[in-house]
């Protein structure tokens, strides 16, 4: 299984379609190839932070200063930020707009993913948190446009899950 | 030296900034001083101050964004160091009010209690160039006029006594303050 090139390329372009030029994101493998042309693009700001907690703050920055934003994250990464999302985010109403790399479910052979994909889509229920899978590449596109608008019409984090059928080709 | 006299040292220098404080004494001090518009109290998520105020220079690059941040604040988001040294805005000035105590919190010590850990020495570590450690108030306002001055990324790490107002409360709610704080931002923008 490799990470698929082309729908890498429309997930970046659906973000940009989206009128999205700032990106902060930790790295994944998922989202190594998304990130990639990212950082490649002179139009897009990429701001890799040490732990996703951190983009929680970055994000929220960008949004007052009105720069349209979206945050990449690894769903334990989504875990290990939940503090920011829970009293910057949630507390203040600023919106946040996450694609999740949903590791650790159907098809998972690692085991270190496991535990956080069996727990993700319950925590992100117990959060109050919005989410739609992303599993059709032709799809993809809409959806991030409809996941960023949604987060800012509602001062609300929103979740697009990246998913194994979207991510990874044979 | 006191935090609350090193605000009200550089009160007047804010005017003009966009400020980010955490939670607690620090904002109840900056707040004591006079609400403006362009300041946001960051009353939870200890450690994600400076990330805004990443966040705030990035994307602003016309503004000076000014954190001020504590021990506790710092010690819990230490990666913010190294993510600020990489990105190094230059607009923007952390400053760390180092009291070696979770103050807000009951006045437990912090790991920078001892004096075994130098938070400067992390920042210097982390790759942040200008790096003032202020012990008193001469030594704060140098360093403060120091970093207005340096077109670059400035750490200033102010040892201060562990004390705090004694009365709590703002006539905002904290929805509001971001909601007025961006309002502020996207009019200086538009004028």
């Known amino acids: 299984m490799t990470v698929s090139y082309d729908n890498s390329r429309l997930i970046f372009e659906g973000i940009k379609a989206a009128g999205i030029r700032s990106i902060s994101a930790l790295p994944e493998t998922w989202l190594g190839l998304l990130l990639q042309r990212a950082d490649d693009d002179p139009e897009v700001d990429l701001i890799q932070v040490a732990k996703e907690e951190e983009a929680i703050g970055v994000a929220a920055g960008a949004y007052f200063a009105g720069e349209p934003h979206v945050l990449l994250m690894q769903n334990h990464g989504f875990l290990a930020a939940i503090n920011g999302i829970v009293s910057l985010a949630q507390l203040y109403g600023i919106p946040l707009c996450m694609l999740i790399a949903v590791r650790g479910h159907w098809g998972e052979p690692y085991p270190w993913h496991t535990r956080g994909g069996i727990v993700t889509e319950e925590v992100l229920r117990s959060l109050g948190i919005p989410f739609e899978y992303a599993r059709d590449p032709g799809k993809v596109a809409k959806q991030i446009r409809e996941a960023h608008t949604f987060s800012e019409s509602s001062l609300s984090p929103v979740a697009l899950l990246l998913t194994r059928d979207l991510m990874e080709e044979d | ?191």
Not at chain 2, 89 to 103: E, M
Not at chain 2, 124 to 130: D, K, V
């Open chain 2, 1 to 191: 030296m006191e935090r609350a006299e090193c605000l009200e040292q550089i009160y007047s220098e804010l005017d003009d900034k966009l400020v980010v404080t955490i939670m607690g004494a620090c904002a109840q001090e900056l707040y004591d001083l006079g609400h403006r518009e362009n300041f946001f109290y960051l009353q939870h998520a200890m450690g994600l101050a400076s990330s805004i105020g990443l966040g705030l220079a990035l994307h602003l690059p016309e503004e000076r964004v000014v954190v001020l941040d504590g021990d506790g604040s710092v010690l819990m988001n230490l990666g913010t160091l190294t993510t600020l040294a990489r990105y190094q805005p230059k607009n923007l000035i952390h400053i760390i009010f180092d009291n070696g105590s979770l103050l807000s919190t009951g006045g437990f010590e912090s790991q920078t209690t001892s004096g075994i850990t130098d938070l400067a020495a992390i920042a210097r570590g982390a790759g942040i160039e200008h790096v003032h450690t202020a012990e008193t108030l001469l030594d704060f306002g140098e360093a403060m006029i120091e970093s207005l001055e340096t077109d670059d990324l400035s750490v200033i790490v102010a040892k201060v006594d562990a004390v705090g107002p004694d009365n709590y409360g703002m006539d905002f709610q904290l929805p509001e303050n971001a909601f007025r704080f961006r309002r502020c931002i996207l009019d200086k923008k538009s004028s």
